[in-house]
């Protein structure tokens, strides 16, 4: 008998990479099984680390943030987005104690990130322009707020211990705004899909020769991670809460508190890569950002028939 093929998965703790996390949980619980394939989950601090080990190798695939995955498909690396992981759901908080009242008292100021790279920043520069506020890094003298990168998980120990109140706040992923408010480090400005509704962020994607040699694998598991979405419908029963604290090593408030926040979507259908609004996110960060040098063919670089497979009375 064949040996099962081990699918090795890079990811964060953030609830953006939730459906990873039920999925393992589920499969250890042998509430689910996989009969083509294992999986290695492996937690990583930072988007750099995530981008290293798939560039290397190391990884089969990852949960990652899409202009990330455009920029190493851009500069060359085979790789397919098979779908998304979740829609919206990120925050934008400012300091405690920082007298920040509108967007303009973010000038002059330093707001932390989790990569140049992310949904996070394209969203934090659309709210800075609103106000006519220029982002940018610290080397840009034409910034009147710039961006500091951060590991998430260190965001809020980075406003607390900043006691010149240099720092205007941070725009992550869930569960780290929601973490900062609770211990009263951070106050809310705005959810992500005040922004953009309905937003993608993450991403699975997996190395294009993995997806030839184990295709029925890949499938089974974009099957599995499809059936975990929908019991993600609200209500949240008290089996995935407990899950999802274990998977985010966070208290039951936070995770309480970001699920039954609906702004946060796992909806099947909307898992459906949608290839304008890549394009959107391609053109905002090339044209009016800088930050994407290359020209990305998005449709090359997705592959949906996983999904589209795992949704057959979709109405996408």
Same mark, same amino acid.
């Given at each position: 008998?064949?040996?099962?093929?081990?699918?090795r998965i890079?990811?964060?703790?953030?609830?953006?990479?939730?459906?990873?996390?039920?999925t393992?949980? %589920?499969?250890?619980?042998?509430?689910?099984?996989?009969?083509?394939?294992?999986?290695?989950?492996?937690?990583?601090?930072?988007?750099?680390?995530?981008?290293?080990?798939?560039?290397?190798?190391?990884?089969?695939?990852?949960?990652?943030?899409?202009?990330?995955?455009?920029?190493?498909?851009?500069?060359?690396?085979?790789?397919?987005?098979?779908?998304?992981?979740?829609?919206?759901?990120?925050?934008?908080?400012?300091?405690?104690?920082?007298n920040?009242?509108?967007?303009?008292?973010?000038?002059?100021?330093?707001?932390?990130?989790?990569?140049?790279?992310?949904? %996070?920043?394209?969203?934090?520069?659309?709210?800075?322009?609103?106000?006519?506020?220029?982002?940018?890094?610290?080397?840009?003298?034409?910034?009147?707020?710039?961006?500091e990168?951060?590991?998430?998980?260190?965001?809020?120990?980075?406003?607390?211990?900043?006691?010149?109140?240099?720092?205007?706040?941070?725009?992550?992923?869930?569960?780290?705004?929601?973490?900062?408010?609770?211990?009263?480090?951070?106050?809310?400005?705005?959810?992500s899909?005040?922004?953009?509704?309905?937003?993608?962020?993450?991403?699975?994607?997996?190395?294009?020769?993995?997806?030839?040699?184990?295709?029925?694998?890949?499938?089974?598991?974009?099957?599995?991670?499809?059936?975990?979405?929908?019991?993600l419908?609200?209500?949240?029963?008290?089996?995935?809460?407990?899950?999802? %604290?274990?998977?985010?090593?966070?208290?039951? %408030?936070?995770?309480?508190?970001?699920?039954?926040?609906?702004?946060?979507?796992?909806?099947?259908?909307?898992?459906?890569?949608?290839?304008?609004?890549?394009?959107?996110?391609?053109?905002?960060?090339?044209?009016?950002?800088?930050?994407?040098?290359?020209?990305?063919?998005?449709?090359?670089?997705v592959?949906?028939?996983?999904?589209?497979?795992?949704?057959?009375?979709?109405?996408?």
């Amino acid at each position: 008998m064949k040996e099962r093929p081990c699918i090795r998965i890079g990811h964060l703790k953030i609830v953006d990479h939730l459906l990873l996390g039920l999925t393992t949980l %589920q499969l250890k619980n042998k509430e689910s099984h996989l009969d083509h394939c294992t999986i290695d989950p492996l937690v990583m601090n930072s988007w750099d680390q995530i981008s290293e080990a798939l560039t290397n190798k190391e990884i089969d695939g990852a949960l990652m943030t899409a202009p990330l995955a455009m920029d190493l498909f851009a500069s060359g690396l085979d790789i397919r987005l098979l779908m998304f992981t979740h829609r919206s759901g990120s925050m934008i908080v400012k300091k405690t104690g920082a007298n920040i009242k509108t967007i303009a008292d973010f000038k002059g100021k330093t707001v932390l990130i989790p990569s140049e790279l992310s949904i %996070q920043n394209m969203l934090l520069h659309r709210l800075l322009s609103t106000a006519t506020l220029n982002l940018g890094s610290h080397d840009d003298h034409n910034a009147d707020v710039t961006w500091e990168v951060v590991n998430p998980y260190l965001m809020s120990e980075m406003l607390a211990s900043d006691t010149d109140n240099d720092i205007a706040g941070f725009a992550a992923e869930e569960p780290y705004g929601s973490e900062a408010i609770l211990n009263g480090i951070a106050q809310k400005v705005c959810t992500s899909d005040n922004l953009w509704n309905n937003h993608p962020c993450c991403s699975f994607v997996v190395n294009a020769s993995v997806l030839e040699d184990n295709a029925t694998a890949i499938t089974e598991l974009i099957d599995l991670f499809v059936q975990t979405a929908k019991s993600l419908k609200h209500p949240i029963n008290d089996n995935i809460l407990a899950n999802a %604290q274990t998977f985010l090593c966070q208290k039951k %408030q936070v995770v309480q508190n970001i699920l039954m926040n609906h702004s946060m979507k796992f909806d099947p259908t909307l898992l459906i890569p949608d290839i304008e609004a890549l394009e959107t996110i391609a053109n905002y960060m090339k044209d009016s950002m800088g930050i994407l040098s290359k020209k990305v063919d998005i449709k090359k670089l997705v592959a949906d028939t996983f999904i589209l497979n795992s949704i057959p009375d979709n109405s996408h």
